[in-house]
């Protein structure tokens, strides 16, 4: 069964990269996310300096998990967002559009597998980003030092929620046969979910508790601070399993078999 898996997974692989999307997401990712980050380290830099002139040294606490990393984990959020959409609206629509969803079904391989199969290619792309992101790290590891610790523990977060990302967008694009409605609709899904903090400050006590239970930038900002909670990992892998759900009940409908 491994190797069923194994070979729909190098195919899923081999058509995200025979497209010239995959290359255009990586390295519009990865310049967007060296400026944001040459951004963030040169405002803490200005900081500094400012801080240093004003008032004895040591005075003044400019931490650079604060001014720095928690704000830029913040950044490639935003970035996952718009990007993610465009690697995950053609995994299945692609297949209903050209009438080979069919044979996916012929596969002697379960449902879950061909899902985990296109998820898996999508997250492929995602760890080719990460790698790059741990680059700005790693050059300014040998300028200064800094804890490494909080910083993996943004890297976990960001898989986390890229995981996430990536299964709602699986589902979207297994409802839907058009490449840009599932992107659209993949992205606006996703904005809303980034948007809840702004309803959260108005909705009052009640609602503004429950709004805070759903908001994945909520509960991702301990993992941008470096902090590990039960909470936050139980709720993005939830969030995973109910879009994996919500995919399979679609695949196993005879609708969407045809």
Not at 24 to 35: D, N
Not at 44 to 66: C, E, H, I, K, P
Not at 118 to 140: E, N, Q, T, Y
């Amino acid at each position: 069964m491994f190797g069923k898996f194994n070979a729909l997974l190098k195919k899923e692989i081999n058509i995200l990269f025979s497209l010239p999307i995959a290359y255009a997401v990586i390295t519009v990712f990865l310049a967007l996310s060296g400026y944001f980050f040459f951004s963030r380290v040169n405002y803490y830099t200005q900081m500094s300096m400012q801080s240093l002139s004003q008032f004895n040294r040591g005075s003044v606490d400019l931490s650079m998990a604060q001014y720095i990393f928690r704000p830029y984990f913040h950044d490639i959020v935003v970035f996952l967002i718009l990007i993610l959409p465009l690697i995950t609206m053609r995994l299945f629509a692609e297949e209903k559009r050209e009438g080979t969803a069919e044979l996916l079904f012929t596969y002697p391989i379960s449902p879950l597998a061909v899902v985990m199969a296109k998820f898996c290619s999508a997250l492929f792309v995602l760890v080719i980003i990460m790698l790059g992101l741990l680059s700005s790290f790693i050059v300014m590891s040998f300028v200064t030092s800094y804890e490494i610790l909080p910083i993996l523990v943004g890297f976990l977060g960001l898989l986390m929620i890229g995981s996430a990302f990536i299964m709602l967008g699986v589902f979207i694009s297994s409802i839907t046969e058009s490449q840009i409605v599932a992107g659209v609709i993949s992205f606006g899904t996703l904005f809303f979910f980034l948007v809840i903090p702004w309803a959260i400050q108005t909705a009052g006590p009640f609602w503004g508790g429950i709004l805070k239970v759903f908001s994945v930038v909520e509960h991702f900002d301990s993992f941008a601070k470096g902090v590990l909670d039960t909470a936050d990992i139980t709720y993005f892998m939830s969030f995973f399993i109910v879009f994996l759900f919500l995919t399979l009940r679609i695949l196993e409908s005879k609708k969407w078999r045809g």
